[in-house]
Nanobody
Framework: QVQLVESGGGLVQPGGSLRLSCTAS???????MGWYRQAPGKERQMVAT???????DYAESVRGQFTISRDNAKNTVYLQMSSLKPEDTAVYYC?????????WGQGTQVTVSS
């Protein structure tokens, strides 16, 4: 079973940037990797995904603002977030998915506030 550990969250001012990392305990080569977020009182929603072939998909709300990437050699996926807004505040979760298997990390808090 793949274990995922997120890092890089924290408090940032509006307009700032953060880079989240998610490192897996084993190879992610065949996995579609994704970042999801859940704000208080809201459902978890997809932010960005990257396939095993590095095809990317973004939620409309973050398109052009966030960039997802992967480094298979390091078993790591990244989410570069820029021009952050208060509405980006949420717990961000990493996901690894292949076929019917889906693994989640424990989440990392991102707070955008002045």
């Amino acid at each position: 079973q793949v274990q995922l550990v997120e890092s890089g969250g924290g408090l940032v001012q509006p307009g700032g940037s953060l880079r989240l990392s998610c490192t897996a305990s084993s190879s992610i080569f065949f996995y579609t990797m994704g970042w999801y977020r859940q704000a208080p009182g809201k459902e978890r929603q997809m932010v960005a995904t990257i396939s095993s072939r590095s095809n990317t998909d973004y939620a409309e709300s973050v398109r052009g603002q966030f960039t997802i990437s992967r480094d298979n050699a390091k078993n790591t996926v990244y989410l570069q977030m820029s021009s952050l807004k208060p509405e980006d505040t949420a717990v961000y979760y990493c996901n690894a998915r292949v076929s019917t298997l889906s693994h989640w990390g424990q989440g990392t808090q991102v707070t955008v506030s002045s």
